[in-house]
């Protein structure tokens, strides 16, 4: 099958390279391209890409407004964010807008191409290169430490337990146990159960994970 794609970045010579490079592969079909964060929304909703490749940094906005854009209607659409600012701090940013990967430009066109095609068939799990590394150097400060009370949530969602039962067990509200999990997950740098569960084992917060129960 051949996924379509949009491109998006502020710099003409970027776009034309990047839709040369992505036209070589035989299941990657460049649909259309913008420049601004307008465009390329308009031209979303014009042709329905699989993927949208867009660049973080852009003259109206950045990349994660789209990306967010896109996610609140839409979970199938694959949404990479390239930039040349490839810091920690925008590779949590990406994700945690909903981004299913995040490309520095400086990397190898087969990285980009990797990367649209993972975006494809797993758009709402998120890849990037030396993604275990940040999340270390983010374990290792202040903000990922969990509270106590965090850990005891973290052991629960471990062992498939639901929020309600969560909120049970710790005798505290639904709200309060909900709560609890969004902190868990902001500072992990995830967005859900299974991201979290998984980013906990890398970081030695976790020594096993149970089934995950609904």
Partial sequence: MTTSVLLVDDHELIRNGLAAVLDLEPDLDVLGTAGTVAEALAAYEDLRPGVVITDLQLPDGTG???VRAVRRT???TGLVVLTLHSGDDQIFA??????SGFVGKDAPAAEVVRTARHAAVA?????CSGLSEVVLRR?????TRL???????LLLLADGVGTA??????????????SHI???YQKLGVSNRAQALVTAMRVGLLSSVGPLDA
């Fill in 94 to 99: 990406a994700m945690e807008a909903g981004a």
């Fill in 123 to 127: 758009p709402r799990s998120f890849v």
């Fill in 147 to 153: 509270s106590e009370r965090e850990h005891e949530v």
């Fill in 74 to 76: 839409d979970q199938a």
């Fill in 165 to 178: 039962g969560i909120a049970e067990r710790l005798f505290m509200s639904e709200s309060t146990a909900k």
């Fill in 139 to 143: 374990a290792g400060s202040g903000s």
């Fill in 64 to 66: 994660l407004d789209i």
């Fill in 182 to 184: 969004g902190h868990i």
